[in-house]
């Protein structure tokens, strides 16, 4: 059974910092490419960053210089460091994987940016 299984998110002030962290199991990790995807209040999903199974990343113009997205094969860990939080950041982030047809979603969790 593949699990994706976010953590880290909480409520932080304008500026500061969160780490999430995506703990995948069931999945061949490293050979999987992966996204970081977050839905504001009452707004679609968009895409936030990926980091390929060959560790090229890409970023959404709103969180590059922000935003580092990394992982750890060894420990099937996806990460998003995210400095310089704004409250447009809010959102639920949610982690992807995704392997030729296959895609898989965690379950999301919620990151409140507000003073």
């Known amino acids: 059974q593949v699990q994706l299984v976010e953590s880290g998110g909480g409520l932080v002030q304008p500026g500061g910092s969160l780490r999430l962290s995506c703990v995948a199991s069931?999945?061949?990790?490293?050979?999987?490419?992966m996204y970081w995807i977050r839905q504001p209040p009452g707004q679609p999903r968009e895409w936030v960053a990926t980091i390929s199974s060959g560790t090229v990343t890409n970023y959404a113009d709103s969180v590059r210089g922000r935003f580092t997205i990394s992982r750890d094969n060894a420990k099937n860990t996806l990460y998003l460091q995210m400095n310089g939080l704004k409250p447009e950041d809010t959102a639920a982030y949610y982690c992807?994987?995704?392997?030729?047809?296959?895609?898989?979603w965690g379950q999301g969790t919620q990151v409140n940016v507000s003073s």
């Open positions: 069931g999945i061949t990790f490293s050979r999987y490419h």
């Open positions: 992807k994987a995704v392997l030729d047809l296959r895609t898989y």
